[in-house]
């Protein structure tokens, strides 16, 4: 449904001032936003190269193209540019740093000096991490496991890991700022239960950013300390205990699952409620949901430790919690299925990858419980199963709905239309290519095939083969929207206000909107979603 | 224990299967039977349904605690040895597995054990974490430096079977495999037989014992400085300080390696370190002779 006689507004931000020093020094949202945009990108495109060369690897059993460390050093670097530059960032940082303010109707985050600031901070600290690539690399694993990493590794760890703690400080800021913004900013008339779903999980993740992420900084100055002044804090030969740093660590990282996924959550809820022209069934269910996942995340961390010599009882503890965060999960699922029913449903490319995110996060979901099982984790943990599980939360899920997210707001944040046909396609290229990647995985985990292994017995190459032959079409899938994204932004039709006929503050402003976001404040007097009896305003 | 573990597995990929396609099914007949057929049109105002929330919340955790519970009972079985266990020892060590016969064999990479008998790994490390991981026997267990952790299987089919180390150490990680041989009880003898000019393990140890001079304070006659080790593993022994700890492989370890940590009362916190006298093998060899010490064993002095 192109705009038929959609008009660029003469003033909106991105021609509100020209030249380098109007984008590094912007103190608007949308402007931060973008500038979040290149850097993910960068990182995504980077982390997915390392991944090309991984799969390339493993297409043979022996360890043929690179030598063992250099393999090593390719999936630790794969997962720390997806897992702290890309994932974690990507959709808050870019969408909810553009849509926070614009959908609770206010004129940017609360704090648009701290705002650029978190920008900066990121690019800082992803520099050093930069720095302990190119200068040779990092050995570690994303995880950095002691002792390991204090008293064996012989690559750049400090560089690296003072990336991620610095990088951290940006997570923690726009955190708080979040939750400033949503508590105090709120236009007036839009009460808590009038908030769009994508702002009630961004709410919930900002929680997890302020409460889990001064851990890991934590945890990363414990392991600076041993390996620089041999403090031995996870080094028993000392009396250390190197099993206490894998508490710390997950006592983090595995929230830091759902900064992950809680923000992919909301960008679903927005997806489907818009390309249904449909409230989302269970509202408020779904809103506390995430608050749910958002608590209990912080009590399932021993679970990545079923393995690790801890005891019964605790691994029976942390197994029945990691149990009852799957039911807020599948209570989402089950909402956004029903949201479905008797809607009118467009198929247009974000719900595609609405629909696409539904399907895999479920079957990530579902594996998830044979991870929970303790006596089944014992076998398939460090195995491919988990391999593919994990992408299938973070790449089947995650990435999709931020592709999604992507393509239905790229009419706002760009004021115009990208390719249709292209973009349906390429989703469906990315669907299948996922899928070929990834599926194998399950296979190869459950026959034994361990993770992080340069060769493997031939046993396991059908199935290795066929995976590296996914990861080559979902890589041509994602270089796919770069190219028709980029050029909509030159020769793309004019979207107007409201492409997709769709409520939402944000579609009651230009495209793109202006500096300040309203020409005045809003004053909502509606529920979210709440659908006029016919679509006004999507034909410009 | 492998079929416990599998039909977990297989319960689990049917309830997978039939919930992806619950969803996938609907989503599919929904997004085809409810199409926008005009452009203006809106979906049907439903704002939700109380007991359709209350359904599949209550259904799910009903089948997750199930699985739970299927889950909990394969993991304290696993958990559990039965009492007579062949017992060996396990040092792991960039990047290779060492493993260490009672009756005095060493392997490297290869472990030989009989068809029918539970086997118990106890396990160590003398540098990073390292795994034992026989994806056929469906068992893991981390292997931590500073730590004994256990691991037991009964191998019931004679053949050659995967090791793999699962937790990533290094450089030469995906080289740091082996295999576990099992053998038929005859073919297991005459193997054992075969080869070994070392005594055994406890022997070993007694040898080690007697170098290190711990006899001249660990006496069997309790005139010695230091406490009687006759008859001690497994006991529960009071400390210095009230509390009560269990003799194990881990507190012999400690008590060699950190003698002021558990002092037992009625003993001076006079014993010295033996941190960087005694390596990994050697510490087993003394936990071995340890446990031979029992009043009708020919070790005992």
Known sequence: MPSRTALLPPHHYLNDGYGITSWLLTRDHKRIALLYLAGVTFFFFVGGAFAVLIRLELATPAGDLVNDETYNKLFTMHGVMMVFFFLIPAIPSVLGNFLIPIMIGAKDLAFPKLNLASWYIYVIGSLFTLYAIVSGGLDTGWTFYTPFSTIASTSNVIPAALGIFITGFSSILTGLNFIVTIHRMRAPGLTWFRLPLFIWSHYATSLIMVLGTPVIAITIIMVAADRLFHFGIFDPAVGGDPVLFQHLFWFYSHPAVYIMILPAMGVISELVAAFCRKQVFGYTFVAFASLGIAVLGFLVWGHHMFVAGQSVYAALVFSILSFLVAIPSAVKVFNWTATMYKGSIAWETPMLYAIGFIGLFTIGGLTGLFLAAVGLDVHVTDTYFIVAHFHYIMVGGTIMAYLGGLHYWWPKISGRLYNERMAKVSAVIIFIGFNLTFFPQFLLGYLGMPRRYHAYPPEFQVLNVLSSAGASILGVGYLIPMVYLMWSLRYGKLAGSNPWGAVGLEWNTTSPPPTANFAETPIVTWAAYEYPTTVEGHVA | ?301
């Not at chain 2, 576990?180 to 005594?199: A, C, F, H, K, R």
């Open chain 2, 1 to 301: 224990m492998a079929a416990r573990v599998d039909s977990l597995y297989f319960f689990l990929i049917g309830l997978t299967v039939f919930f992806s396609l619950l969803i996938a099914g609907l989503i599919v007949t929904y997004a085809v039977r409810f199409r926008r057929r005009t452009p203006d049109s809106i979906g049907a105002v439903i704002h939700g349904g109380l007991m359709l929330e209350v359904t599949w919340s209550v259904i799910p955790f009903l089948i997750t605690m199930g699985i739970f519970f299927w889950g909990a009972s394969v993991f304290v079985a696993m958990s559990r040895p039965p009492d007579q266990t062949l017992n060996v020892y396990v040092v792991g060590k960039q990047w290779m597995w060492k493993f260490q016969h009672l009756d005095g064999q060493r392997e490297i990479n290869e472990l030989h054990v009989p068809v029918g008998r539970a086997v118990k790994l106890i396990m160590t490390s003398e540098d990073v974490i390292h795994d034992v991981y026989v994806p056929a026997f469906r068992v893991k267990a981390d292997v931590i430096p500073g730590r004994y952790t256990h691991l037991w299987f009964e191998p019931t089919k004679p053949g050659t079977y995967h090791l793999f180390c699962a937790e990533y150490c290094g450089t030469r990680h995906s080289g740091m495999i082996g295999q576990i041989v099992v053998m038929e009880p005859n073919d297991y003898q005459s193997w054992l037989s075969g080869g070994t000019e070392e005594g055994s393990l406890a022997s070993a140890g007694q040898k080690l014992f007697a170098d290190l001079a711990c006899n001249t304070c660990h006496r069997p006659d309790a005139q010695g400085r230091g406490p009687v080790l006759q008859n001690l593993f497994g006991k529960t022994v009071e400390l210095a300080s009230g509390e009560r700890v269990v003799v194990d492989e881990a507190y012999i370890r400690e008590s060699i390696l950190n003698p002021m940590a558990k002092v037992t009362l009625g003993f001076q916190p006079i014993m010295p370190t033996f941190q960087g006298l005694v390596n990994e093998e050697g510490l087993l060899e003394l936990i071995e002779y340890v446990k031979s010490l029992k009043q009708d064993n020919p070790n005992a002095q």
